[in-house]
């Protein structure tokens, strides 16, 4: 079956833009999370959404946002884009919330902020 | 609070040997923890998980054990091969039920 799909792979930003990052999880997986990886501060945990509700989130600014639509793929968004939101951002699909089932890790979007 | 760290940032290890990675925690009430394994340019990749009600878990050449009494886990991977080289992370499940990650060991096998 699919894996986890995450577009787009690379992205380049200006200061002060936003951005939309989007991932497709598993067929029949219902929760999708979303990491930030910096070499800095490793994997850090953004949000959880599950069935179109944010379920948990973590300790990162009110510029940083996700939704997820009915068929479980989910959008994150960054508003006014900072130097240090450069980073992977992974996102990670599970059957059930709270990740006793096991996470499966996208192949994440790289942005650059410049 | 809770967190996940590593003892040591990078291992090398000669190919064919065995190569143990360590993670302590700090969070005694964690109940699963897991491994993972990232590859340049990847996310990281499930490798093998175990329970707080376990002290040992084995798979394909990598074997997990857990001490809750020091909070120690270890990743022992057999015959290490030039596949295996990587950025390993432990994890645990945090009270939210996210992972919260140690901050990786990049394991480089020589051939």
């Given at each position: 079956k699919a894996g986890v799909t995450q577009t787009p792979r690379y992205l380049i930003k200006t200061r002060g833009q936003q951005v939309t990052l989007s991932c497709s999880p598993i067929s029949g997986h219902r929760s999708v999370s979303w990491y930030q990886q910096t070499p800095g501060q490793g994997l850090q945990f953004l949000f959880e959404y599950f069935s179109e509700t944010q379920r948990n989130k973590g300790?990162?600014?009110?510029?940083f946002s996700g939704r997820q639509f009915s068929n479980s793929r989910s959008e994150m968004n960054v508003s006014t884009l900072e130097l240090g939101d450069s980073a992977l951002y992974l996102c990670a699909s599970s059957?059930?919330?709270?990740g006793m089932s096991g996470y499966t890790f996208g192949s994440g979007t790289r942005l650059t902020v410049v | 609070g809770e967190s996940v760290g590593l003892h040591l940032p990078t291992l090398s290890v000669q190919e064919g040997d065995n190569s143990i990675i360590n993670c302590a925690y700090?969070?005694?009430?964690?109940d699963y923890f897991i491994w993972y394994k990232q590859e340049s340019g990847k996310g990281p990749q499930f490798i093998i998980d175990i329970r707080s009600n376990m002290d040992k878990r084995q798979g394909q050449r990598v074997t997990v054990l857990l001490n809750k009494t020091v909070k120690h886990l270890s990743l022992q991977i057999a015959a290490?091969?030039?596949?295996?080289?990587a950025v390993y992370f432990c994890a645990e499940i945090g009270s939210q039920g996210n992972l919260i990650f140690g901050k990786g060991t990049k394991l480089s096998v020589k051939p």
């Open positions: 300790n990162f600014p009110g510029r059957l059930a919330s709270r | 700090s969070n005694s009430a964690s290490t091969q030039p596949g295996d080289s």
